[in-house]
């Protein structure tokens, strides 16, 4: 069992920067590919960014050239560096972490930007 643990989130003006992190423990050998989600007010919960266990990385076109997905070296950290806000990416944010017979999913934390 994996458990996923989001922080970061908060409330941002337009065009500032957020730096969400995830924090897995329990059986984090488990872990092949880590992602971010988000889910936006009205919408279905959509791909934000991806990292493979090899170090590739995959963004949304949404998220291309403003974010950037990162895992330590360990695997037991995940971040998302969010950078020129805007209020579109309001949505509360979550981490899951994919094994190769289960996905696992954080709780989840808000990202609001507003002025």
């Given amino acids: 069992q994996v458990l996923l643990v989001e922080s970061g989130g908060g409330l941002v003006q337009p065009g500032g920067s957020l730096r969400l992190s995830c924090a897995a423990s329990g059986s984090t050998i488990e872990i092949i590919n880590m992602a971010w989600y988000r889910q936006r007010p009205g919408n279905k919960r959509e791909s934000v960014a991806t990292i493979l266990s090899g170090g590739a990385t995959y963004y949304a076109d949404s998220a ?5 997905i990162s895992r330590d070296v ?3 950290m995940l971040y998302l560096q ?11 944010y979550y981490c899951q972490g994919r094994a190769r017979v289960k996905t696992y999913w954080g709780q989840g934390t808000q990202v609001t930007v507003s002025s």
């Fill in 64 to 68: 291309k050239g403003r974010f950037t």
């Fill in 82 to 92: 969010m950078n020129s806000l805007n209020p579109e990416d309001t949505a509360v």
């Fill in 74 to 76: 360990a695997g037991d």
